[in-house]
């Protein structure tokens, strides 16, 4: 994986001058101010950390190493990875060799399927997923080379040597999750000369024979893969990878905040509102009945999952290629004509409800996401968390091995009691 890490080593020189560049000359600059708000609003637009591998533009949405999401959506999942770590996507020469690499790594050592198939019928496949993962927490290159005493400019090549090890193996992991708990149980052994989404689609064993499925696949888990350093997911993996415990660890404790009901749920919540329409008003119901339905739902003091968004202040784009995804390959989907009712009726009614106070009436990416998976035949709601995290995992490790290669510290904010926050807001 010379090429990877020439590229890797490269970034992080770049990096690690801009940031020493700043240090030196701006390092008592005031980037802002803490607030009461901030301290007991979870720290929301609080700017207190570095991410390189992405970040979120409130009018133009995702950015991955300075690309937008048209101009990354119809790249591979691999592709991604290495975009995420370097900046620049790879050649045909590196990405042969990236996927020479995932090759060789790709099989999941047999005591992990043992383990999960002795776990009750009814484990939610998120755990199912975390545990695996910290299963293989043993197999960390980075564990056994730093109790070797390796020097720190060498942790960010074992953190990648953990990250190509773990992401070699999470498509067939993900996919045996999904056939040991809805399956028969029989695994799919995976197909070399497939991609990682082909080869992901290929062993969960449905709908195969729709390629457009596939192409599904590749989109979400490229449209997933990361969302700046400061969400649950991302923040948490980084906090535990700060610690130097490797990226087993690391990952297992991101899926696991990421499994919260605040953070990865919303599209099965949006899903599930869809299905609600469905079942009360009929699998092509009007503008108008929807219209209505929306107004009952908001009266009753519930909101219209999908719409708004932390950062974002218009339409997702990731909401928007899906969108294009659905016009080209399952427009007549009761599903997608659903989501395409309320993309064009909800803005609207959340603009003027009660004087227009909703600060962004615009659809992110849960509001169409879900539906899609449903369409192609994965019904089984609690499996889509797992999938986010599967592409969610690029970014864990891309953003790691960066941090290690930056040799950043642990992190540690100071915490605050409530008289403590009193004695400081004397007198204001």
């Known amino acids: 994986m010379k090429q990877l890490e020439d590229k890797v080593q490269h970034r992080i020189n770049t990096l690690c001058k801009e940031l020493t560049q700043i240090s030196e000359t701006h390092q008592d600059h005031v980037i802002g101010q803490v607030t009461v708000r901030h301290l007991l609003g979870g720290m929301r637009g609080l700017k207190a950390m570095v991410c390189n591998t992405s970040f979120v533009d409130p009018h133009q949405g995702l950015f991955i190493s300075g690309y937008s999401v048209p101009e990354f959506e119809d790249r591979t999942p691999k592709e991604i990875f290495f975009l995420l770590c370097t900046g620049s996507f790879p050649t045909s020469s590196e990405l042969a060799e990236l996927k020479e690499e995932l090759q060789k790594r790709a099989e999941v050592p047999p005591y992990v399927w043992n383990m999960l198939r002795s776990l009750p019928k009814e484990t939610h496949p998120m755990t199912m997923f975390s545990l695996a993962i910290l299963c293989m927490e043993g197999e960390s290159v980075f564990k056994k080379k730093y109790l070797e005493g390796i020097p720190k400019s060498d942790f960010w090549r074992y953190t990648l040597e953990d990250a190509l090890n773990l992401i070699a193996k999470l498509p067939s992991l993900a996919a045996g999750i999904y056939r040991i708990l809805f399956m028969s149980g029989n695994l799919i052994e995976p197909d070399p000369e497939l991609d990682l989404a082909g080869n992901f689609t290929r062993m969960l064993g449905i709908n195969n024979k729709d390629k457009s499925f596939a192409d599904l696949i590749r989109l979400y888990l490229v449209l997933h893969c990361d ?14 990878n700060s610690a130097l415990s490797n990226i087993y660890y690391a990952t297992s404790a991101g899926l696991n905040g990421l499994a919260g ?16 329409i469905h079942e009360q008003l009929g699998l092509e119901a009007s503008k108008d009945k929807i219209r209505q339905y929306l107004y009952n739902t908001l009266d009753s003091g519930n909101v219209i999952p999908g719409y708004g968004h932390a950062v974002l202040r218009e339409t997702d784009p990731r909401f928007t290629s899906f969108m294009g995804f659905g016009e080209k390959h399952c427009s007549d989907s009761p599903y997608f004509k659903t989501v395409k009712k309320l993309f064009e009726v909800t803005p609207p009614i959340l603009k003027e409800y009660k004087g227009g106070k909703i600060a962004n009436p615009w659809p992110n990416v849960d509001a169409i996401s879900g539906s899609l998976l449903y369409h192609y035949g994965m019904i089984h709601f609690d499996f889509y968390t797992v999938m986010f995290g599967l592409s969610r995992t690029l970014g864990f490790c891309a953003q790691n091995i960066i941090a290690r290669g930056l040799n950043q510290p642990i992190i540690r904010p100071k915490s605050i009691t409530n008289q403590g926050l009193k004695g400081l807001t004397k007198g204001l």
Do not use: W
């Open 227 to 240: 969302h700046e350093g400061g969400n649950v997911s991302a923040f948490t993996a980084r906090v535990v």
């Open 261 to 276: 009901p605040l953070h990865r749920l919303a599209n099965q919540v949006c899903l599930h509102f869809i299905t609600q």
